[in-house]
């Protein structure tokens, strides 16, 4: 096996290297000490031609599960037995990383990552992140899983999203079917913009947003490492289903329903109380969370405008008013 690692990624010539393993940094942007803004690559290319799987994590810098499914998956890969290339990036989001944050502590302008595409090379730091990464790696795939999870803010039941109603939706589809987990998200009235699925669709390329673990700094390590596997099982079955790699895809539930996922705010600020538990079905009008004062009396209440089945929901044990408190899905036939 061809192993080669350097800071001055030459993403191109990495690609054309047919069966060898490449690892590197593509720099973005010099910072004060001389070091580099930057995000890691590994490039597996398979002997034999085929797709190119982009994975990505850490978008968010509190989201850690995909990072280390993208590091064990790439590491167990043999460029004999693989057909196409697999493209991990575990580390998007490099300064939000490093400090368990959402964002990165660098931003003047304190963007989200995953809401700033297509981003500009002129603009601040994490805007720039993501026009280098569109520009020079995303356009190079075929297909891409994009990692995210709860983080230090949300509890998310695991799921696979994919955006409907474009040119590579049904690809998209069956992506987010084979990676396994039992809720498939059709991203549809999001309210919020700007994140890689939709610049992905833009451009064509069959795109997933697995959604897996949160608080994963504080989770017990059997608990995490659950979360893990999740995720390193997900890209093993899509490169099965893309026939990049043979076996057969591992069910990782029962039965899978398709939602859409809806994001119900707090009206009222105070200790959260949530009285659904995941994946756990109600009707229209049930109390889905509770809000108490700091004398015990109810302040607020969030309530199912709708029936539909819950999927995640704030982890902190108090809320702010105009805060996440439930996400529901709305089952879809």
């Known amino acids: 096996m061809n192993k080669?690692?350097?800071?001055?990624?030459?993403f191109e010539a990495a690609l054309?290297?047919?069966?060898?393993?490449t690892k590197g940094y593509f720099n973005v942007a010099c910072k004060p000490d001389g070091s580099w803004v930057k995000f890691p690559?590994?490039?597996v290319s398979g002997v034999e031609d085929g797709p190119r799987l982009l994975v990505d994590g850490a978008h968010h810098g509190d989201e850690y599960e995909g990072v280390q499914a993208i590091i064990e998956t790439a590491n167990a890969l043999d460029p004999k037995k693989l057909k196409g290339t697999f493209i991990g990036v575990p580390v998007l989001n490099m300064?939000?990383?490093m400090y368990g944050s959402r964002i990165s502590p660098m931003d003047y302008s304190t963007l989200n990552l995953n809401r700033a595409y297509p981003g500009t090379p002129q603009g601040f730091i994490t805007s720039r992140i993501v026009d280098a990464y569109l520009q020079n790696i995303?356009?190079?795939?075929?297909?891409?899983?994009?990692?995210?999870?709860g983080g230090d803010a949300l509890y998310l039941e695991p799921l696979a999203s994919y955006i409907p109603g474009n040119d590579s939706a049904e690809a998209s589809y069956k992506m987010a079917k084979a990676f396994g987990v039992e809720i498939l998200w059709r991203m549809e009235d999001v309210p919020f913009g700007g994140f890689l699925n939709a610049e992905a669709a833009k451009l064509g390329i069959p795109c997933i947003t697995p959604e897996v673990g949160s608080q994963s700094i504080q989770h017990p390590y059997a608990n995490r490492r659950r979360h893990i596997e999740i995720c390193a099982t997900g890209i093993t079955n899509v490169m099965k289903s893309l026939c990049m790699i043979e076996g057969d895809i591992v069910p990782q539930a029962e039965?899978?329903?398709?939602?859409?996922?809806?994001?119900?705010?707090?009206?009222a600020g105070g200790i959260h109380v949530v009285k659904k538990m995941p994946v756990e079905s109600f009707v229209k009008g049930e109390v889905l969370a509770e809000?108490?004062?700091v004398f015990g009396e109810k302040v607020g209440e969030t309530l199912a405008p709708e029936d539909g089945v819950m999927v995640g929901y704030g982890v902190y044990p108090v809320v702010l008013p105009g805060n996440w408190s439930i996400l529901y899905g709305r089952v879809n036939s």
């Open 4 to 10: 080669t690692c350097f800071c001055d990624f030459d």
């Open 255 to 267: 039965k899978q329903i398709d939602i859409t996922l809806i994001y119900l705010c707090s009206d």
């Open 41 to 43: 690559i590994i490039v």
């Open 138 to 149: 995303v356009k190079k795939a075929t297909n891409i899983i994009t990692f995210h999870g």
């Open 95 to 97: 300064e939000a990383f």
């Open 16 to 21: 054309a290297k047919r069966g060898s393993v």
């Open 291 to 293: 809000i108490f004062d």
